[in-house]
């Protein structure tokens, strides 16, 4: 199994760093730096609370990636809450590590590569308590310690909020090509997109992108379109915070309940509307973020 992600990351006493310490450090560096030199886009998907669909998101836009021809992988940085694998129905399967001490991303049946914390836990069950500097040592293994190998497309499902997890993933990946926030309609959790868009701003990401989640219900019987969180106004709002509107998702049971059906909604119902919408997602991304090849 992985190295433990405590080790290496203390300091000797009086705060210095002991010869190996620095020596551990360096050379994760190293690793760090030729791993994301082998992924050409790098996109972290955010939201400023919980609940709002962050995962969801992030795992159907890495399989419409994957699915649109790009090689894919999908890091899962939530330590707390590791989500990604049971959307993608590969909770089960086994973590194995290379003879260099690399660990193998898990493969989704589309062949997207998986990681998560949740491969290094030993039940689903247990609750992970780690202070800041643990979790940051543990994100930045899960990007170091990992045989990605050339990727077209890395999507970074990050933890909620603008805590030491997003904001390690943010410092640990320099020359980001996007941000994607992820909100729903109502106020709060808008307040909490402006937080987290000022966080991004600080370290100089400009492409940054909004979805607006659970903007509307079309009621099966009668197939009117009904705003249960509030008529909401991405558009508007994403003006205001001047960064891209990239469009807005129903709340649907496919989409909440696909978790259970071992995959998501993009690799379910491929040519049903969301799906479509993630499709549009995507050509929005590569038009706005991506650099002319």
Not at 27 to 37: A, C, H, V
Not at 137 to 155: C, H, M, N, T, Y
Not at 259 to 270: E, Q
């Amino acid at each position: 199994m992985a190295e433990n992600p405590h080790h290496g990351h203390g300091h000797g006493h009086g705060g210095q760093m002991t010869p190996e310490q620095q020596k551990q450090m360096i050379e994760q560096e190293i690793k760090l730096s030729r791993n994301l030199g082998q992924i050409k886009y790098k996109i972290a998907v955010m939201s400023g609370k919980g609940g709002v669909g962050k995962s969801t998101v992030a795992a159907n836009l890495a399989e419409t990636f994957q699915k649109l021809g790009f090689t894919t992988g999908i890091l899962d940085a939530d330590i707390h809450g590791p989500n990604i694998p049971k959307m993608l129905g590969v909770e089960d399967k086994e973590l194995f590590v290379n003879e260099d001490h690399f660990m193998i991303p898990v493969e989704a049946p589309s062949g997207l590569k998986v990681m998560s914390m949740a491969f290094m836990i030993e039940s689903i069950d247990t609750p992970i308590i780690w202070r800041g500097p643990q979790k940051s040592g543990s994100i930045k293994q899960l990007i170091a310690d990992v045989a990605w190998g050339p990727l077209d497309v890395l999507i970074i499902d990050n933890p909620p909020g603008t805590g030491d997890e997003p904001l390690t993933v943010l410092q640990t990946i320099p020359n980001i090509d996007a941000v994607i926030m992820v909100t729903t309609p109502n106020v709060v959790s808008q307040e909490d997109v402006l937080k987290c868009v000022k966080m991004v701003n600080m370290l100089n990401v400009e492409n940054i992108g909004l979805i607006e989640n659970m903007a509307y219900y079309i009621c099966p019987h009668c197939g009117e379109k009904l705003n249960i969180f509030g008529k909401g106004d991405g558009e508007a709002f994403s003006e205001e915070m001047e960064i891209e509107y990239l469009g807005d998702l129903p709340l649907t049971e496919n989409v909440s309940d696909s978790p259970n059906k071992d995959g998501v909604v993009s690799t379910l119902d491929p040519d049903g509307e969301v799906s479509n919408k993630f499709s549009d997602f995507v050509s929005k991304i590569k038009e706005k973020f991506f650099k002319e090849e």
